[in-house]
């Protein structure tokens, strides 16, 4: 399932860097299994 990390911030009190949520969440259960950035335009 993929979840946007601004949506996970709008939900929940993050201020951490996307990694750094990822490192977190996979080291209280929750397997994160990459981080992809995202383009509004294909290579723009």
Known sequence: ????????KK???VS???EDTAYLLTHC???VE??????SL???
């Open 29 to 31: 259960g929750l397997e």
């Open 34 to 39: 990459g981080i992809e950035p995202f383009q």
């Open 11 to 13: 939900y929940l009190a």
């Open 16 to 18: 951490n860097s996307a």
């Open 42 to 44: 294909k290579g723009g």
């Open 1 to 8: 399932m993929k979840i946007s990390y601004n949506w996970l």
